[in-house]
């Protein structure tokens, strides 16, 4: 396997002998992924006054590829909230020093996220210039897809003009940036290629993670590499 199953110890409640159980975190991890390039990440997990919270939204942190050693993406942030709409912090794990957050996009209304894919650029061998994870989409239960450079795909199942308000800004800003990027280098921020879409079993929700990232280099970086969520 390519990650074992995390298991963490609570305790569900106290009688003459005391009841421990056993909670199970299901692992999805993405078909194209690098595991075996850079540092794992601390697991982070979801929680608020010792109750679970769900991953809504998403932050993504990326480094406009415009250096001579290019490493795309380099952190992920999830955040959390529960099921009467309380935010209750945000998850991470390690994170690359190079780029910037592209800013955080949510799942509509009283949705969580249950599944992922990465695009990801292949290893170019000896010569070639190695970036690793290149984008990350979340997929929520109601059908949304939530992209970590783009935002939410659609403004289908977006109900709030606020939220309307914010995407078209923020598509807006994502166009012109880009137009930028062709113009200067003569370059997209579109490398590699999406893996298969993965998911948590059905009625779980996503409710941690853990990254890896390579960095600290002196030839070549490839930035994030891989990512790991947990499913509840």
């Not at 210039?129 to 897809?145: A, L, P, Y």
């Amino acid at each position: 396997m390519r990650h074992n199953i995390a298991l963490l110890l609570a305790v569900l409640g106290a009688g003459c002998c005391g009841l421990v159980a056993a909670q199970y975190y299901e692992p999805i991890q993405s078909d194209n992924g690098m595991p075996w390039r850079g540092k794992y990440g601390d697991m982070d997990i979801c929680h608020h006054d010792k109750n679970f919270t769900y991953t809504y939204a998403l932050d993504f942190k990326f480094d406009d590829l415009n250096d001579l050693d290019n490493v795309g993406g380099n952190a992920v942030k999830l955040y959390c909230r529960d099921h009467a709409g309380s935010i209750s912090g945000y998850v991470t794990s390690i994170e690359g020093k190079r780029g910037d957050w592209q800013g955080i996009h949510s799942c509509p209304p009283h949705a969580f996220f249950n599944g992922f894919r990465l695009r990801v650029f292949p290893e170019q061998g000896t010569w070639g210039d190695d970036f690793g994870v290149d984008n990350i989409q979340m997929s929520c239960e109601d059908g949304t897809i939530v992209d970590g450079i783009e935002g939410v795909l659609t403004e289908e199942g977006v109900t709030d003009e606020v939220e309307k308000s914010v995407l078209r800004q923020w598509v807006d800003k994502v166009e012109r940036k880009m137009e930028v990027i062709r113009y200067n280098i003569g370059k997209t921020r579109i490398h590699g290629e999406w893996g298969s879409w993965v998911y948590c079993s059905p009625g779980m929700y996503v409710v941690g993670l853990r990254t890896v990232v390579e960095e600290g280099h002196i030839d070549d970086d490839a930035g994030l590499t891989d990512v790991i969520l947990y499913c509840f």
